[in-house]
């Protein structure tokens, strides 16, 4: 009966583990959603009703230190592959490939993508489906693949048009399996931030508001398909806004004629081709303005990971913030703009995360971007690629992980069925070992008297 009672046992915790195994195998859904150009002090000069109430369930990261340049399409493209611009190839939103001699303005040329794996592509090689709405480099057919959805890039298709569709790619149909992983992008709060500058109050208080009315509408349709409570959502964005102004001009043809340099790329950071001469055109550039610092692309200081690819130009210039280089004249080109050193705070934009898998209620002081990426492999469970993330320094937003991982329950699985193959054949050497001192006839008359069975099991 001992025996009995502890096969019992271990064949039903067998199959609650083979039963938890499979429940795992499928991830929650994640929704990874950004808010172009937010910077991270907004949260604290205006009123954000609908966001404090999704942080309030879940972690708020007060500072998120993007990578440098701190442009659009390097960030978005480090948040969905972890890795820092010179790594990833997307060194600026306006490139230059000196190999192929190509110029890059939003181009779905694969070329300029395929220096890095963004994360729809593991998710897809492990078997899922994804989605996205207007992601940077989501339309663009990278190593050969694109998401299982997307949308073309188009500024006319309104957030919740792009949230609907999301939303119903990860909820699927009877023919189609949902998406785990979906990412959303929104132009907003960018385009006013440097149409008006990140200072001017009345005009930033009316786009944010609409954002955060996005944000509301966003909780109301996970509610409304019975998403929320059983998706992970990840709301952030790719960098900050800096105010700039008529009376902080760097004009390049004050210190070198044009004649001399190739221009790539402009404000806060140039980046330029010499012409001839790279050492003299280097020394009437690194005098040339005191808020604006020049590099050669061999001394730019590590911090800033920006020096190992070709597409970054021999000559780097880095304007002060709130600064902008032009090349002549005394047209200011934006009240706001961004770009500038990623250690700058006004640069920093925020993350935000709720879900079943997150704490609650926690505050975070700051983190990387480039540590969003392991992040979410770790929460779709996706093998994550050759990254500069640390999963270690985002695991303090989870929840306590109760529920044992799959690797392990797999391994206790199998530990089950060796206990279970195992005891048998040891309880039959034992009985080989300890054979009965008594008469073979007397044994067998113990066992006849079903009466007296539970007295000989007691004593």
Avoid at 47 to 60: A, D, E, K, R
Avoid at 150 to 156: C, E, I, M, R, T
Avoid at 201 to 216: F, H, P
Avoid at 373 to 381: D, V
Wanted: glycine residues 6%; proline residues 7%; contains cysteine.
């Amino acid at each position: 009966m001992f025996l009995r009672i502890h096969l019992g046992f271990l064949c039903g915790a067998c199959a609650l583990l083979t039963q938890s195994v499979s429940s795992q195998q499928r991830p929650l859904p994640l929704l990874l959603v950004s808010f172009d150009g937010f910077r991270a002090d907004y949260l604290q000069r205006f009123p954000m009703p609908n966001l404090t109430l999704f942080y309030s369930q879940g972690v708020l990261v007060e500072h998120l230190t993007n990578v440098f340049t701190t442009k659009t399409f390097p960030n978005h493209y480090s948040l969905v592959t972890g890795l820092h611009a010179e790594s990833h190839g997307i060194v600026a939103s306006s490139m230059y490939d000196p190999v192929s001699h190509k110029y890059f303005s939003n181009s779905k040329d694969p070329m300029w993508w395929n220096e890095a794996t963004p994360i729809w592509i593991s998710v897809q090689q492990a078997g899922y489906k994804t989605a996205a709405a207007m992601w940077p480099g989501s339309d663009v057919s990278i190593h050969n693949q694109t998401p299982t959805h997307f949308f073309p890039y188009s500024s006319h298709v309104t957030f919740r048009e792009r949230l609907r569709n999301v939303t119903n790619w990860i909820l699927g149909n009877k023919k189609h399996e949902g998406v785990i992983l979906g990412a959303l992008y929104w132009e907003e709060p960018d385009y006013s931030g440097h149409l008006f500058g990140p200072e001017n109050t009345e005009a930033m208080s009316k786009v944010l508001k609409e954002v955060d009315d996005n944000i509301g509408l966003m909780i109301s349709e996970l509610k409304r398909t019975g998403l929320w409570g059983h998706i992970n959502v990840l709301v952030t964005s790719d960098h900050g806004m800096a105010q700039c102004s008529t009376d902080r001009l760097i004009r390049l043809d004050d210190c070198l004629h044009a004649d001399n340099y190739t221009l790539v790329d402009l404000t806060p950071v140039a980046a330029l081709i010499p012409n001839n001469k790279p050492e003299a055109v280097f020394a009437l550039l690194d005098k040339c303005h005191p808020n604006m610092t020049a590099y050669l692309k061999e001394s730019i200081p590590d911090r800033l990971h920006y020096r190992n690819n070709e597409r970054i130009q021999p000559i780097i210039l880095i304007a002060d913030e709130g600064w902008t280089i032009i090349r002549q004249g005394n047209k200011l080109p934006r009240l706001g703009d961004h770009g500038y050193d990623n250690s700058i705070p006004s640069m920093h934009p925020f993350l935000a995360a709720a879900g079943p898998s997150f704490q609650s209620g926690l505050r975070v002081t700051g983190l990387q971007s480039v540590d969003v990426y392991p992040l979410m492999c770790h929460l779709l469970g996706v093998p994550p690629q050759p990254n500069n993330g640390t999963l270690g320094n985002v695991l303090v937003m989870l929840v306590a992980e109760t529920n044992w991982k799959v690797p392990v329950m797999v391994g206790l699985v199998i530990g089950c069925l060796i206990v279970l193959t195992t005891i048998p054949v040891l309880f039959k050497l034992m009985g080989r070992w300890q054979r009965p001192s008594v008469p073979r006839a007397f044994y067998r008359l113990q066992l006849e008297h079903g009466n007296n069975e539970d007295e000989a099991l007691l004593a």
